[in-house]
């Protein structure tokens, strides 16, 4: 038996596509040679494969029509399926297809709205991050990390007690006090609010 009708209309399309026979396996996971005989009317693919086919060769090809359903139609006759549960399956693909796509967008954005990111100065390039490291206002209120300065200062004054201190506490001799930190924090808030705008639907902490 043949498909030439199946095989001519994939064919069609991926010339308006200006895709290869290889961009078409390549994509599907197929060879050339499967895309090849599916084109020349000698084979069907599985669903798996009619699904990838038909949505790549459907989207951004600037032509009004009708491909997605048109293939999945004359598929279905050739396989004597139901044309309305074929469609039914093929649109929860996209579906699917669309929510794994965005997904990481959505991790993306989100990251980014909570600062949880590290974007390259003079490049813009983002980066994720476990924790927004370089968000100040999280560095001066979050409470599980010793927030250290400069190590020209013995903000602790280590060299004024006593001997037998841990070690530790000799090798972290430049970590911010908490009166420290709610003062640069402070200071920082004056200056960024009294000279940047702030969004109305934004509270303070």
Known sequence: MTYSNFGELIKEQRKI???T???VGKLAGVSNTYISQIENGKKLPSKKVLFLIVHFLGIHTGVDN???DEAL???SEYKRINFDELKEEFDTYITDYIHQ???PLNDLSNDI???RIQAEKGTLEVERIDKPYFDLNWLLTQKDYEVLYHRDYDIQNTNRRRKDMDIMEKLLYNRLSD???????ELIEAYISNKYYRFPDKKGD
């Open 17 to 19: 596509k200006e895709g």
């Open 21 to 23: 026979i290889y961009d």
């Open 66 to 68: 009708n491909f997605q």
């Open 73 to 75: 139609k004359i598929y």
């Open 101 to 103: 796509f965005m997904q």
């Open 113 to 115: 709205s909570n600062n």
């Open 179 to 185: 009166v420290d930190i709610k003062t640069i924090r």
